[in-house]
Each structure stands twice: as structure tokens, then as C-alpha cells.
């Protein structure tokens, strides 16, 4: 059965941390990719990584930065937290860019 | 920019009514179609696709819908809703640039309330 986790379901930290996401597939798919959840405004994609050690900002890079330093592996980093960015961050893959996307269950992170 | 509207953003039903969402999108070239679905407490799941071929597309737990490539449209449908249908709704349309990333474009969501 197709797999994404993501290793937190709640992160509280305080503004100014450094703050890393983690999101792993088990599906050996090429397309892995950081979207924000927010009432209202649906899923606005932060990055995105077509293979390994490549990437690509989505519509709402600021702020964020990726590494994909393997193939089944994509973490989000947040250098330095700032309150507007306390949101439900979801985790997808695909097989190709334009493909059905399985999602992780989300982190729901809080920054104070 | 490409930019898809979902027309509701809370839609309250009562069990056994008809359902239909609706969503529209800007681009005019081929397109890729998704409706994904958020069951409280629970990950985004994918309730059906379009790619090509009969634009009434069926999907999991009595959904459909249906691609009109004139009107842009893909709305989604279910003919009697259920509590359990209880959810947010996301459409998703994907367009196909040549040379270009392609990727999914979501709306800003439906939440659905079905009273029993």
C-alpha cells in the first residue's frame, strides 16, 4: 500500500527556531512536494523536487527552504519561524509532475 | 497566471440529497483533472481523475463528475449524499505544458456538512 509520512503530527515551536519537516515515501517515486494548508485558502505549494538533490519553488517559497538528499526523502526547513507561518504543512509524491499526488498525513505546526 | 474557483465554500445538506460542486479553471489547453477529498481528521485522498477519453468520470463511494472542455468546468456529483460524506473538497486541475512542470493547481476547498 502506497505510504507517505511525515514525522511530526504537532510541532510547537517559538519564534526565531529553526524548524525541519520531514516527509519520507515509500513508493520510489521520482515527484516529491511541500504544500501549506490553510482554511480558506486551500493548498498553496511551497517547493517541489522532480529528483534527487533537485528543486523547484512553488508559488509560496519565502521563508522555506528543501533538501531531497535521497530519492524517498524531502525535508522542509524553516530557518527562522516566524508566527505566519503556523499552518498545516502536507507532504505529496507522484510518479510524474502531473500525476495523482499521495499525500502524508500533515504536520500542524504552531510557532509562538 | 492559471487559477481554478470552487463556487462554494460551505455547502450544508440534509442525507439523500443531491450533490453537485462546482469548479472551474483557466487554462485553455490540455488539462489534467483531479477531485481530492478531506475526511475529518484524516489525509487528503484522491475521489477521481480525468484524463482523457469519456468526460464522465466516476470515482470512489458513488461520486462522478464530469469534464466540459467548453465551459472549463469539472463539477463533481453524487445523486444522494450521506453523513459520512461529511468533508472538504478539493478540485485540482494539472495543466500540461510542453517542456514545462506540471503540477496540480488546488482550489481553495468546499467543506460539505451533511445532517442525517
Known amino acids: 500500500d502506497v505510504k507517505v509520512t511525515q514525522s511530526s503530527r504537532y510541532l510547537v515551536k517559538r519564534t526565531g527556531e529553526k524548524v525541519f519537516l520531514e516527509c519520507v515515501q515509500d513508493?520510489?517515486?521520482?515527484?516529491m512536494f511541500w504544500y501549506r494548508q490553510d482554511p480558506g485558502l486551500g493548498l498553496r505549494l511551497i517547493y517541489f523536487?522532480?529528483?534527487?538533490?533537485?528543486?523547484e519553488k512553488g508559488d509560496i517559497p519565502e521563508g522555506y527552504s528543501v533538501s531531497r538528499e535521497k530519492k524517498e526523502r524531502f525535508s522542509l526547513i524553516l530557518e527562522s519561524a516566524s508566527t505566519n507561518q503556523t499552518s498545516m504543512y502536507l507532504c505529496?509524491?507522484?510518479?510524474?509532475?502531473?500525476?495523482?499526488?499521495?499525500f502524508g498525513p500533515g504536520t500542524r505546526l504552531t510557532v509562538l | 497566471a492559471q487559477s481554478v474557483s470552487q463556487h462554494n465554500h460551505h455547502v450544508i445538506l440534509s442525507e439523500a440529497a443531491s450533490l453537485e460542486l462546482g469548479c472551474n479553471y483557466s487554462?485553455?489547453?490540455?488539462?489534467?483533472l483531479f477531485w481530492y477529498v478531506q475526511y475529518p481528521g484524516q489525509h487528503l485522498q484522491l475521489l477521481l481523475k480525468?484524463?482523457?477519453?469519456?468526460?464522465l468520470v466516476k470515482g470512489i463511494k458513488g461520486f462522478e463528475a464530469e469534464f466540459i472542455k467548453s465551459k472549463f468546468s469539472f463539477n463533481l456529483r453524487k445523486p444522494s449524499v450521506q453523513w459520512s460524506d461529511t468533508a472538504e473538497y478539493f478540485c485540482a486541475p494539472a495543466p500540461m505544458f510542453s517542456g514545462g512542470y506540471n503540477k496540480l493547481i488546488f482550489g481553495a476547498g468546499t467543506r460539505l456538512a451533511v445532517h442525517p
Open positions: 513508493m520510489d517515486h521520482e515527484n
Open positions: 480525468y484524463f482523457s477519453g469519456d468526460p
Open positions: 505529496a509524491s507522484s510518479f510524474t509532475r502531473a500525476n495523482e499526488q499521495f
Open positions: 523536487s522532480y529528483d534527487v538533490k533537485m528543486k
Open positions: 487554462y485553455g489547453g490540455t488539462v489534467n
